[in-house]
């Protein structure tokens, strides 16, 4: 069964830190790019990141560059959100996407919420 699950979400205090993760299953995440989302109360989903198949290239949003970081381990399926500086309006679901030529495959989110 192919599947993207999303982990390490949860409450911080503003300043803070979280590693979210994004692990596969039913297929080698290690073929595809990954994107980063998020998406807050009433807002519109927005990209947060991506990150190239072989590990290079990451790119971030402006209101994120800087702060988080994007990596991936191929060898274990994953990649990675490293979430530095938190701020109250990073608060939002987050979901991973594995992406490519053809079908793309999103995971079910994980809440991130920074409190002020």
């Known amino acids: 069964q192919v599947q993207l699950v999303e982990s390490g979400g949860g409450l911080v205090q503003s300043g803070g830190s979280l590693r979210l993760s994004c692990a596969a299953s039913?297929?080698?995440?290690?073929?595809?790019?990954v994107g980063w989302y998020r998406q807050a109360p009433g807002k519109e989903r927005e990209w947060v990141a991506r990150i190239y198949n072989t590990g290079g290239y990451p790119n971030y949003a402006d209101p994120v560059r800087g702060r988080f970081t994007v990596s991936r381990d191929n060898a274990n399926n994953t990649v990675y959100l490293q979430m530095n500086n938190l701020k109250p309006e990073d608060t939002a679901v987050y979901y991973c996407?594995?992406?490519?030529?053809?079908?793309?495959?999103w995971g079910q989110g994980t809440q991130v919420t920074v409190s002020s």
């Open positions: 996407k594995a992406y490519r030529d053809g079908p793309e495959y």
């Open positions: 039913g297929f080698a995440l290690s073929n595809y790019f």
